[in-house]
């Protein structure tokens, strides 16, 4: 267990709808990273949080969109949903003076009908 | 050209045989290399960091690194059907952990 914790589990919406998904970091990380992992395929990089500003981004359109909060916790919006957003969302967290070294949480895997 | 690549297998060994895992990327200026584990149905689980060239051992696991040829691979002796899952390679290109990268992972199989 790595103390990455994510909600929900599962989640169903259908297409056009907007969906939130939730991480808690490990304590004492400040830094979250959130990756979308389709089917057979390694993660894929969506944005990256630090001290409650977005520290990086990955090649994901604007419909893609989050928050942290001061406990460090984050969000994950996604508007306007599409079948090709059906995929295992990932949260990761690590801390500042090793960021680099990231560590998951359970995943919430979202289906888009 | 994929910036991380990884045979998809599945790579099938023997119990107690050494599994040889490989990774090849193509950014010259990745800074850190990782290895997860990732059981089907979970999320990837941290198992192996390399910073700098040659070995780096961790019980049963190995990680090398050879920047010159942009390769790192991961080595599990006396592997365990317990070591049955996907391994993905991770690529870091920068200090801040913006840029990771994941290959497609290999799956690996060890036969009882």
């Known amino acids: 267990e790595t103390g990455v914790t994510q909600s929900p589990t599962h989640l169903i919406k259908t297409r056009g709808q907007q969906v939130t998904l939730r991480c808690s970091s490990q304590?004492?990380?400040?830094?979250v990273s959130w990756y979308q992992q389709a089917l057979g395929q390694g993660p894929q990089f969506i944005f990256q949080?630090?001290?409650?500003?977005?520290?990086g981004r990955g090649n994901f359109p604007p419909r893609f969109s989050g928050l942290q909060f001061p406990n460090y916790s984050s969000e994950l919006n996604v508007n306007a949903l599409e079948l090709d957003d059906s995929a295992l969302y990932l949260c990761?967290?690590?801390?500042?003076?090793?960021?680099?070294?990231?560590?998951f949480g359970p995943g919430t895997r979202l289906t888009v009908t | 050209q994929k910036e991380v690549e990884q045979n998809s297998g599945p790579l099938s060994v023997p119990e107690g045989a050494i599994a040889s895992l490989n990774c090849t990327y193509s950014?010259?200026?990745?800074?850190?290399f990782f290895w997860y584990r990732q059981y089907s149905g979970k999320s990837p689980e941290l198992i192996m960091s390399?910073?700098?060239?040659g070995d780096k051992e961790d019980g049963r696991f190995t990680a090398q690194l050879n920047k010159a040829s942009q390769y790192v691979s991961l080595l599990i002796r006396d592997s365990q059907p317990s070591d049955s899952a996907t391994y993905l390679c991770?690529?870091?290109?920068?200090?801040?952990?913006?840029?990771?990268?994941f290959g497609p992972g290999t799956r690996l199989s060890v036969l009882p």
């Open positions: 991770a690529v870091n290109r920068d200090n801040y952990g913006q840029n990771f990268v």
């Open positions: 949080y630090y001290r409650e500003e977005e520290n």
């Open positions: 304590s004492g990380h400040n830094t």
């Open positions: 950014d010259r200026v990745s800074q850190s």
């Open positions: 390399i910073y700098s060239n």
């Open positions: 990761a967290s690590s801390s500042g003076d090793r960021v680099y070294e990231q560590y």
